[in-house]
C-alpha cells in the first residue's frame, strides 16, 4: 500500500505544481504578458472612454500585453502615479508631463521615469456658463464661484495659471470639482462656472447642454500672450466651432495637447506594440470618441514635452517619421 501510495505521489507532484504555476499568474493575464494599467481621466472626460477602447485594442492585438484603464484624478495625478510605479502608462497634458519632467511648479521633484509614447489632440480650455449667465468674460468672473477642476489634476492647474493671467484668480471662490460634478453643480446653481479642460466636445459638457442652454467663455489675445510671457508656452489659441453645444458662434479659447505617457521601466517590445496598435487601429479607436479622429501619425511628435521611449523611437523609426534628436534618450 505505501509504494502504490508514493508511486501516485510521484506522477501527481509534478502536476500539482504546474497547477499550482497556473494558479499564480491568474489574474495578471497569460505567462509572458506585461501588465500595463492606463491612468485615464474622470468618466465624464474624453480620457477615460479613450483609454478603455484603448487597452481593450491593446488586448485584442498583443500577444505581450493584459491591459486595463483605470479612472483617476487625470494629469498630474497620472504623472505621480507612473513615478509610483502604481500604473505603467497615463494620458497627461503636455504641459503637465513637461513640469514633471524638470520639477516645477507642481512637482517638488522631477519624475525621471516619465516618457512619452505620442501627442494625441489638443485639450480645449473650456470656462462654461449656463446662456443666461451675467458671466461675458474672464474678467466678469471676479467674485464669482468656479469649479476650477479636480483635486491634484492638470485642469485645476490650467484654470489658476488662465485666471491669473485675466486678473480674477485671487477673487473668486474655488471648488475643485471633476468634470461631472461640476457640471452638475452649474445645473443646480451651485457654481457660476465651470472650466473643463478636454478634448471638445466633452460628453459631461453635452450632457448638459441637452437640458440647459450653454456659452463657452472667449479667452482673448491679452491673456493667451500673458500666459506665455509667464512660463506658459504650451497654450495655443484653439477654436470651438460654432454649433458645437448648441451655440450659434465660434469661440476663440486656448488649448494644451492630451499625451499618451509611459513609465520608462516597460519593455521595448511592449511599447512599440502599443505604439504600433495606436495608429494601426485608429479607425476602431475613433469608435470611442471624435477626438481620435484628430489623432494622426503625422502629428504625433507635434508639442512632445518628453524624451521618447525606446519602443516608441523605434515604431517611428520603422514606419519612416523622424524622431528629433532632442526626443531621443
Not at 94 to 118: H, V
Not at 250 to 266: D, E, G, N, Y
Request: with cysteine; charged share 15%; hydrophobic share 45%.
Amino acid at each position: 500500500m505505501r509504494i502504490a501510495i508514493r508511486s501516485t505521489l510521484r506522477h501527481l507532484l509534478p502536476a500539482l505544481a504546474v497547477a499550482s504555476l497556473l494558479a499564480g499568474t491568474a489574474g495578471c493575464g497569460m505567462i509572458g504578458e506585461t501588465d500595463v494599467a492606463i491612468f485615464t481621466g474622470g468618466t465624464a472626460g474624453v480620457y477615460f472612454p479613450l483609454g478603455s477602447k484603448y487597452a481593450e485594442l491593446l488586448n485584442t492585438y498583443s500577444d505581450n500585453i493584459e491591459a486595463r484603464a483605470i479612472t483617476s484624478g487625470a494629469s498630474i495625478t497620472n504623472a505621480e502615479a507612473i513615478s509610483r510605479g502604481d500604473c505603467e502608462a497615463g494620458f497627461i497634458q503636455n504641459d503637465i508631463s513637461f513640469y514633471a519632467s524638470k520639477g516645477m511648479n507642481m512637482f517638488d521633484e522631477a519624475i525621471p521615469e516619465l516618457q512619452g509614447i505620442a501627442c494625441l489632440y489638443p485639450e480645449t480650455m473650456q470656462f462654461v456658463v449656463k446662456a443666461d449667465s451675467p458671466i461675458m468674460s474672464l474678467q466678469d468672473m471676479a467674485g464669482k464661484a468656479v469649479a476650477v477642476g479636480a483635486p491634484g489634476s492638470g485642469t485645476a492647474a490650467a484654470c489658476e495659471q488662465i485666471l491669473t493671467a485675466a486678473g480674477v484668480w485671487d477673487t473668486i471662490t474655488s471648488y475643485h470639482l471633476n468634470f461631472a460634478v461640476a457640471v452638475s453643480a452649474l445645473k443646480l446653481g451651485e457654481v457660476d462656472a465651470g472650466f473643463v479642460v478636454a478634448g471638445a466636445p466633452t460628453p459631461a459638457i453635452e450632457e448638459l447642454a441637452a437640458s440647459d442652454d450653454v456659452r463657452i467663455i472667449d479667452i482673448p489675445d491679452s491673456v493667451l500672450s500673458q500666459l506665455v510671457a509667464s512660463g506658459y508656452p504650451f497654450y495655443i489659441r484653439q477654436v470651438i466651432p460654432a454649433g458645437t453645444y448648441g451655440v450659434d458662434a465660434q469661440c476663440a479659447t486656448a488649448a494644451v495637447q492630451a499625451m499618451l505617457c509611459v513609465r520608462s521601466s516597460v519593455p521595448e517590445d511592449v511599447v512599440y506594440d502599443m505604439t504600433k496598435i495606436l495608429f494601426t487601429r485608429l479607425d476602431e479607436l475613433r469608435s470611442a470618441h471624435a477626438k481620435a479622429s484628430e489623432i494622426t501619425l503625422e502629428a504625433a511628435l507635434v508639442g512632445m514635452s518628453l524624451v521618447l521611449h525606446p519602443g516608441a523611437v523605434k515604431y517611428y523609426q520603422e514606419v519612416g517619421v523622424s524622431v528629433p534628436a532632442a526626443l531621443l534618450s
